[in-house]
């Protein structure tokens, strides 16, 4: 079973940056696809982006992180990363790391947010 540990998280002004980072262990990387999600309080979970497995590291972004977010792994350590640019006030949420990106893994332009496993998540604030 895999385990997610997100960290990473923290307060910073509009306009700043953030490195999210997911520890994951309990299987070998690059067997499933990886996800950031986000939920902030009040709004729809959204899925921030997928890093592929089966599409050979494919990657796919939402339209409102596009240009500003970049996803990346690295396999020999185990952790999945999430930089992020140009945090803007819309941005703050809990950011959770997850597994099998259903949809885009087939062949999809984006991917549902019923994810298999879950990361805890950590707390990204935006102040403006």
């Known amino acids: 079973q895999v385990q997610l540990v997100e960290s990473g998280g923290g307060s910073v002004q509009a306009g700043g940056s953030l490195r999210l980072s997911c520890a994951t262990s309990?299987?070998?990387?690059?067997?499933?696809?990886i996800a950031w999600v986000r939920q902030a309080p009040g709004k729809e979970r959204e899925g921030v982006s997928c890093?592929?497995?089966?599409?050979?590291?494919?990657?796919v972004y939402a339209d409102s992180v596009k240009g500003r977010f970049t996803i990346s792994r690295d396999a020999a350590n185990n952790t999945l990363y999430l930089q992020m640019n140009s945090l803007t006030p819309e941005d703050p949420a809990v950011y959770h790391c997850?597994?099998?990106?259903?949809?885009?893994?087939?062949?999809?332009?984006?991917?549902?947010?019923?994810?298999?496993?879950w990361g805890r998540g950590t707390q990204v604030t935006v102040s403006s």
């Open positions: 997850a597994t099998d990106c259903i949809g885009f893994e087939s062949g999809g332009p984006s991917f549902s947010t019923r994810m298999r496993v």
């Open positions: 309990g299987s070998p990387a690059g067997v499933y696809a």
């Open positions: 890093l592929s497995s089966s599409r050979g590291g494919t990657t």
